[in-house]
């Protein structure tokens, strides 16, 4: 029986595959069914107009609904610009998996998903984001291959944003929509074996992050190198930092840290 049981958490922990929960995207693969999940995150960096001590902090609740709905509740605060420290925007976030082919150590998912953003921040940048600095809706599809220890996973998105002003549009070039895209790469470095429950794991991740306004003429391109520790498989513990390869439009920063954790309750949902 205690080797049974053991096997059926081994099961449900490796279920998660560590090496889709990357630090700056979603997969198309969800949470485990009727679970919770509080997810804390930092970002640190030096706004592009000399503005120091910039926080944006991030307070996400994640619900497993089934197997193939996964929806989230946002709130971002902090101090951008030199403003005094306070909340920035709410967001909700719904992603639904439609396909999957799933072999014995690998799979294949699609999934689409929607988010929608309400934000007190003023646009002041070209770059469009539903993080905190815009409010707007966001739709897309994500794609996601496992094999083995190598998760590969594209997302493409298109993002409509609101609360720019005509005067801003026409004099200052701020668009109002644009195509999101990324390129994520997560390997699972330890274990090499799974034998326990609790064995820590260990996962790499090299994304790249981009964006296209409306007309094709401004756009960027960042990478974003990460480190995550799984505790127990229900902590996780991220370190990421985000650097631009190429752009040409006016955003709040070039470069950012991020810090977060994760914390997973398993069956937190009776049926």
Known sequence: M?????FLLLLLGSSIHAQELYINTEPASNMPARSLAIKQSEKFFSASNGAVNNTRHATELMLGANKNLMLHAAVTYGTINNTPFGLESIRAYGKYRFFSADGMYSHFRMAAFVEVAHSNTKPMYQELSLQGDHSGMQAGLVFTQLLHKLAVSSTVSYLSVNGFSKTHQLQMGYPTSA????????????????????????????????????????????????????????????????????????RMASSSWMIGGEWLFLNALKK
């Open 179 to 250: 195509v999101n895209y990324s390129l994520s790469f997560g390997h699972l470095i330890f274990p090499k074996k799974y034998t326990s429950y609790d064995q820590t794991n260990f996962n790499i991740y090299a994304e790249f992050l981009g964006q296209t306004l409306k007309g094709g003429q401004k756009s960027y391109l960042d990478f974003a190198p990460g480190l995550q520790l799984i505790f127990k498989s229900k902590v996780k513990l991220n370190i990421a930092y985000r650097y631009n390869l190429h752009g040409n439009m006016t």
């Open 2 to 6: 205690k080797n049974q049981l053991f």
